[in-house]
């Protein structure tokens, strides 16, 4: 008697693939809502960060503005950037590693 296959894949159910990797995370409903919350805060994590580059790129065309002003605007924007990035990467291994 043969393994029964899975109608997703052309492998046999509860295969492991040539990582190691169980293919059981793609069934996890919480698998799928913590990539789609992930895509969420990347893209707003982005959003801010144009936000706050526009605001200091208006700022400065202006002229004569807050040096302090700008100063905490390039902070929260390398913050932002920095923020997008990590999540970015943990979205990107979470994509990667799902199996």
Not at 20 to 38: K, Q, V
Not at 53 to 60: H, K, Q, T, V
Request: net charge positive; aromatic share 8%; hydrophobic share 50%.
């Amino acid at each position: 008697m043969t393994a029964p296959v899975n109608p997703a894949r052309s492998e046999p159910a509860g295969w492991v693939d040539r990582r190691g990797w169980d293919d059981n995370r793609t069934r996890d409903p919480n698998y799928h809502s913590m990539i789609i919350f992930l895509t969420i805060l990347v893209g707003l994590a982005m959003l801010g960060t144009l936000g706050v580059l526009f605001a200091g790129m208006l700022g400065l065309a202006r002229g004569g503005g807050n040096p302090g002003r700008s100063n905490a605007l390039m902070r929260w924007r390398v913050l932002l950037q920095g923020v997008a990035l990590v999540l970015f990467a943990l979205l990107l291994t979470l994509l990667r590693h799902k199996g």
